[in-house]
C-alpha cells in the first residue's frame, strides 16, 4: 500500500514526503509559545486603556488610566513638583524630536554638503514637474 503511494505522488517544494508529515492533531512545534500569551507592550497598552472613573467638579467621568496619568502628571507640574516638571518635559522634548524627525522636512540644511542639496534639488524638481504634468 505505501509502495503505491510513493509511485503515484510528487515530492518537491511544498510537498514533503508522506512518512515525514507531521501527524494529524500534533503541532510542529509543542513547547512553542502558547498562541494567547502578549507581550510586555501589549500588556502595558491594555492595562493603560483600561477605564477609571474620576470624579472632576462633583461630576463622575470615564477615561483610560493613560489619561488619568497624564492629566496627574501635568497637576504635579502645576503646583511646581519638580520631578514632574522635569518628567513632562522630558516627554515633550521626546514627542518635538518625533515630530521633526517624522516629518520628512529636513531642518538642519547647514549640515548638507553641495552633493546632497544638489541631490535633493532635483529630487524636488522631478517631483513638482510631475505635478505639473499631471494635473
Do not use: W
Request: charged share 30%.
Amino acid at each position: 500500500m505505501q509502495g503505491e503511494r510513493k509511485g503515484n505522488y510528487e515530492v518537491g517544494y511544498g510537498k514533503p514526503p508522506v512518512h515525514t508529515r507531521f501527524r494529524r492533531g500534533k503541532s510542529g512545534n509543542p513547547c512553542g509559545r502558547p498562541s494567547a500569551s502578549k507581550n510586555l507592550s501589549t500588556l502595558l497598552n491594555e492595562a493603560l486603556n483600561e477605564p477609571v472613573l474620576v470624579v472632576e467638579n462633583g461630576r463622575r467621568r470615564k477615561i483610560s488610566k493613560r489619561q488619568a496619568i497624564i492629566a496627574q502628571l501635568v497637576n504635579q507640574s502645576a503646583k511646581a513638583d519638580l520631578r514632574a516638571i522635569k518628567i513632562l518635559l522630558d516627554i515633550q522634548q521626546q514627542m518635538e524630536a518625533r515630530a521633526t524627525a517624522g516629518s520628512g522636512v529636513i531642518g538642519d540644511s547647514d549640515n548638507l554638503d553641495e552633493t546632497d542639496r544638489a541631490i535633493i534639488e532635483r529630487c524636488l524638481g522631478k517631483y513638482l514637474q510631475r505635478g505639473k504634468n499631471e494635473g
